[in-house]
């Protein structure tokens, strides 16, 4: 018999779980922001989870929302939902463990394989722009700069039009 | 040779040529300043003594340092900031292209175009044909946008050609000029 995912509640665009199903998948912080028993999820972390078949994701009334619903409730509120959830997966499966960035834009602070999140910083920061849309001087800028007060390496990960992904690590050069 | 001298260039249409050969060499051997006319890789000092022809960005920095005069085909002189203004004409990125030049040999470094190398300055330490691997400067303007498409390009050029490819921007703010460099990074 397969183990029941444990069960998630979406509340606007917010998802949250509490008890020890909450635990499981904060394990170790790789998941979510655990608060007093309540651990917060991220859109992109709720989408990975659930198209993994490790969560289930229902309304505050009981019904069950799937992958696809889910997309679609995420994406009313934010128009990168996509092109943010294609890099958290790919990281993700390459076995990074992916957090929040600061600030707005598809931004995350990223963490070495077998980091001990809590315990150290993040490694990278990781900024996704997709084919088509482009970006401020300006903003790079205030990236590359965030990225070197805080000692992390700056990845760009570049998305095409069918989702591939490419990265390129961004130094600024004193010539 | 003295040390200090001033050359004297002539402006035809927007093209500017240096006629004196005592010129040409000067300003070739001295900073790597324009290309002897029909001359495609320099060696003697034989192949310098022809004319050369700058490009506007060289000669606006020769002018500022005081180095180049320009004058019209009549003889009379024409000011930096008349030279500017046609320049511009010349190049929709000009005045940005100008500011990562002057940075760059203010800095010290031989620049040179990068057009065939697919930026737009090739940057030597020392000179064409002293060191072989120049880096490649590709400058975009303060109020334009980046494409992503620039960035793969930046970084596919790095990886394979095993040359050094950086994005120069200006710093809308404090004009001052940032260079960044992007690496394909396997994850």
Known sequence: MTEEPPTAVIEDTEVSLTGVAAEKIYQGGKYGELEKGKLKLMPVEALYLVKQGKLKVVDPEGVPLDFQELVSRFSEKDPLIWARFLIYQDLRRRGYTVKAGYGKGAVFRVYRRGAKIGSEPARYLVFGVAEGETFDVAFLAKIADEARSSQKDLILAVIDRQGDITYYDVSRVSL | ?187
Do not use: C
């Open chain 2, 1 to 187: 040779m003295p040390k200090y001298h001033v050359s004297e260039a002539r402006l035809l249409g927007s093209r500017i040529i240096v006629w004196n050969p005592e010129d040409s060499l000067f300003l070739y051997k001295n900073g790597f300043y324009g290309k002897p006319v029909g001359v495609s890789k320099p060696k003697t000092d034989e192949d310098l003594k022809t004319q050369l022809e700058l490009s506007p960005l060289e000669a606006l920095y020769l002018m500022e340092k005081q180095l180049l005069k320009v004058k019209d085909l009549r003889g009379k002189s024409i000011s930096k900031k008349r030279l500017f203004e046609i320049a511009k004409k010349s190049h929709r990125r000009f005045n940005d292209l100008y500011l990562v030049y002057k940075d760059l040999r203010e800095k010290g470094y031989v620049v040179r175009p990068g057009l065939k190398f697919g930026g737009d300055f090739a940057v030597y330490l020392m000179g064409p044909g002293i060191d072989h691997a120049p880096f490649i400067v590709h400058v975009i303007p303060q109020n334009e946008k980046i494409d992503p498409v620039e960035i793969v390009r930046a970084g596919r050029l790095t990886h394979t050609v095993r040359k050094k490819f950086v994005i120069a921007t200006i710093d809308p703010q404090s004009k001052e000029v940032r260079y960044y460099m992007f690496m394909w990074w396997k994850p």
